[in-house]
């Protein structure tokens, strides 16, 4: 792994540029893993995110950093897992997605990804874009809950794994209490 501090945000959509920049514009190194990286639409998200970001496969992405965050539509996540390989490997990765199929057993890819040898976390799928963006109702700032196996405080994920999620400008990172 790479310096603490790079996150490789898998997918460049709306929630995925929204996430990267906040990181990036928190100081964080954002890896933006696409399937074009060298497309002019990702190029300008890159330019966007500032000296802070780059772009890559979606693997060599994951592999570069020291958290994924996987923030494909729901019904590419499948595909992505089969094409990241082993980069998912010991590594936390945040699931933004949701299953959206009508029917659907389960609204998430947390086996899967769990499957694929990665610490998964779920967050940052519980509210709409323009929430990440800017995480305030009214005055009051917005907690953003997550759910995992371990706390990012507890062992397996160090305080400053909790710090790089929570970077995110205005989001507090909120875990599951305990009964």
Do not use: K
């Not at 929630?15 to 399937?35: C, D, E, F, I």
């Not at 706390?151 to 990172?173: D, I, K, Q």
């Amino acid at each position: 792994m790479t310096a603490p501090g790079t996150i490789a945000v898998l997918g460049a959509g709306p929630v995925g540029r929204t996430l990267a920049a906040g990181w990036a514009g928190a100081g964080y190194h954002v890896v933006l893993g696409s399937r074009a990286p060298g497309s002019d639409r990702i190029r300008a998200v890159v330019a966007e995110l500032g000296v802070t970001a780059s772009a890559a496969e979606h693997a060599e992405a994951a592999r570069y950093a020291d958290i994924a965050v996987i923030a494909v539509p729901g019904d590419q996540v499948p595909a992505l897992i089969g094409e990241l390989g082993d980069a998912l490997a010991d590594r936390v990765t945040i699931d933004t997605t949701n299953i959206l199929t009508p029917g659907a057993p389960i609204l998430h890819h947390a086996d899967a990804l769990r499957a694929a040898g990665a610490r998964v976390y779920r967050a940052f799928n519980l509210v709409g874009v323009e929430q990440m963006d800017r995480p305030l109702f009214g005055s009051i700032r917005a907690d953003m809950c997550y759910a995992g196996p371990i706390p990012l405080t507890g062992s397996g994920c160090t305080n400053s794994s909790r710090r790089w999620v929570s970077a995110r400008s205005g989001w507090a990172m909120t875990p599951p209490r305990s009964r």
